[in-house]
């Protein structure tokens, strides 16, 4: 089972970003998805799920500015990112049952 996650980069703050992450080697679409990030010396935060019956989880730091969404045909999970702001600078991991990628660094700054 692979995830590979894709659309990272350098964003101004207030910016958007869209990550992508696609499934291999299995189908999640009876399993919760995920995105969590991590800074450098901090632990693991959970951003965003979200679950096969299409309810979603949000951290309060994000709520109102990410969306996530999932392709079950595509096998792939989403995050939109929308206002961004430098704290969201980190890396960025797609979750499925006990799968991880191996992450994408999203880092806001002007």
């Known amino acids: 089972v692979q995830l590979v996650e894709s659309g990272g980069g350098l964003v101004q703050p207030g910016g958007p970003l869209r990550l992508s992450c696609a499934a291999s080697?299995?189908?999640?679409?009876?399993?919760?998805m995920g995105w969590a990030r991590q800074v450098p010396g901090k632990g693991l935060e959970w951003v965003s799920r979200?679950?096969?019956?299409?309810?979603?989880y949000y951290a309060d730091s994000v709520k109102g500015r990410f969306t996530i969404s999932r392709d079950n045909a595509k096998n792939t999970v989403y995050l939109q990112m929308n206002s961004l702001k430098p704290e969201d600078t980190a890396v960025y991991y797609c979750?499925?049952?006990?799968?991880w990628g191996k992450g994408t660094l999203v880092t806001v700054s002007s």
């Open positions: 080697g299995s189908t999640f679409a009876n399993n919760a």
């Open positions: 979750n499925a049952v006990n799968y």
């Open positions: 979200i679950y096969s019956d299409g309810s979603t």
